[in-house]
């Protein structure tokens, strides 16, 4: 499988995990950006920039999935 490949499947493991364990999440990270590698959180914050910085040192980027966290529901306008 060809990196990018890869780096597709990863992407699309975590985002599946992120949306099966959502409300686990909001329980503990409401208003937070939170990092996800391997299926699991590594780190969490409420300052998207913090965060990265330190995700960014620990973590190879391009496989790490940052989402926000939030029991509100978001209202688009289009």
Sequence with gaps: MSEHLALFDEHDKNWSWFEEHYEELVKKFDGEFVAIYEQKVVD????????????????PVERILVDFVSSEKLTLIL
Excluded: F, G, P
Aim: net charge positive; hydrophobic share 40%; no cysteine.
């Design 44 to 59: 969490h914050d409420k300052e998207l920039t913090m965060l990265m910085k330190r995700v960014e040192a620990k973590y």
